[in-house]
């Protein structure tokens, strides 16, 4: 299972810390150092079954400073992407990646559901 994170984010931290408590191993990979690629991005959100724009960290100041909240709509979806795998803090983490699904932020409801 790959857990992608900004080690800085309390909700990363409290998902790690859930991973952990749960005993379920993983890699982790930082998305400041290790952003996502376009393709890696385009297979998640296929697998994941959620809408492109549940991948954009809405909260982070650089979507917010980007002005993204307007710009977003009249983007093409290979435009999303290519913005999405230009910069890891435009990303909603964490992300979990594992054979069978892709989770996209953490609800420990739905990480119950997923991975115990």
């Not at 800085?8 to 890699?27: N, V």
């Not at 297979?43 to 100041?61: C, E, I, Y």
């Amino acid at each position: 299972m790959l857990f992608i994170e900004y080690p800085r984010c309390t909700t990363c931290k409290r998902a790690k810390q859930w991973l952990l408590d749960h005993q379920i191993p993983f890699e982790d990979r930082n998305i400041t150092l290790q952003n996502p690629t376009e393709q890696e991005l385009r297979d998640w959100q296929a697998r994941s079954g959620l809408p492109l724009r549940r991948f954009f960290n809405t909260s982070g100041k650089l979507y917010q400073s980007m002005n993204l909240k307007e710009k977003l709509p009249t983007m093409t979806d290979e435009e999303q992407f290519a913005l999405l795998a230009s910069n890891g803090m435009i990303v909603k983490r964490p992300i979990v990646v594992t054979e069978d699904c892709v989770l996209v932020g953490f609800r420990p409801a739905e990480w119950e559901q997923a991975l115990l």
